[in-house]
Nanobody
Framework: QVQLVESGGGLVQAGGSLRLSCAAS????????MGWFRQVPGREREFVAA????????KYADSVKGRFTISRDNAKNMVYLQMNSLKPEDTAVYYC????????????????????WGQGTQVTVSS
């Protein structure tokens, strides 16, 4: 099993930046892809970004392209989401997730394709 803990959320003004972190433990971290999702009450969980097991391939939702950057440090068992030029519509609870498939060569963007989830961290962007 894998345990994930997100941190780094908070309140920022529109146009500001935040860096979210996800600490992983339990299984061999560098064998699995990771993703970031976000959710607003009453809405479906939304894909934000994904990174493959080795960290050399990334994928982003159209709504965050050019503003968000996902990265990972396998030596530290950490995944990051750098969020720049934040907008009020970015307000949500952000979750990190670990893929189930060992060293899968593709990047997944559906929430039900990930098996392990963190508890979430709140990001609020004021206008």
């Amino acid at each position: 099993q894998v345990q994930l803990v997100e941190s780094g959320g908070g309140l920022v003004q529109a146009g500001g930046s935040l860096r979210l972190s996800c600490a992983a433990s339990g299984r061999t971290f560098d064998n699995y892809g990771m993703g970031w999702f976000r959710q607003v009450p009453g809405r479906e969980r939304e894909f934000v970004a994904a990174i493959n097991w080795s960290g050399d391939t990334t994928k982003y939702a159209d709504s965050v392209k050019g503003r968000f950057t996902i990265s990972r440090d396998n030596a530290k068992n950490m995944v990051y989401l750098q969020m720049n030029s934040l907008k009020p519509e970015d307000t949500a609870v952000y979750y990190c997730a670990a893929d189930l498939v060992y060293r899968i060569p593709t990047l997944r963007s559906s929430w039900n394709e990930y098996i392990y989830w963190g508890q979430g961290t709140q990001v609020t962007v004021s206008s």
